[in-house]
């Protein structure tokens, strides 16, 4: 199943609110995506939404490709290269 990015993001705040119990919790506010040649990372920032220690978890959602969790791996990503 390949998602567009309106999916992904209904995605990722619908697995927020799951982790925070919903409460007043706004998911948008945790949630970045940032664009690439090979596709988009789209990131869940948990210290923006209030967990203490916080990290970032990050999603690649390359072009025509399926999406990978990539957990809390911290990444260059304007210098990565990813080949299929």
């Not at 957990?71 to 990503?77: A, T």
């Amino acid at each position: 199943l390949i998602v567009n990015n309106l999916q992904m993001e209904q995605f990722l705040e619908q697995l927020i609110r799951q982790q925070t119990g919903g409460g007043n919790v706004k998911p948008q506010t945790g949630i970045c995506n940032q664009s690439y040649q090979w596709g988009e990372v789209f990131l869940i920032d948990w210290g923006k939404l209030g967990f203490a220690p916080g990290g970032t978890e990050s999603f690649l959602l390359p072009h025509q490709y399926h999406g990978v969790y990539v957990g809390f791996f911290c990444f260059d990503w304007q210098s990565l290269k990813i080949s299929f």
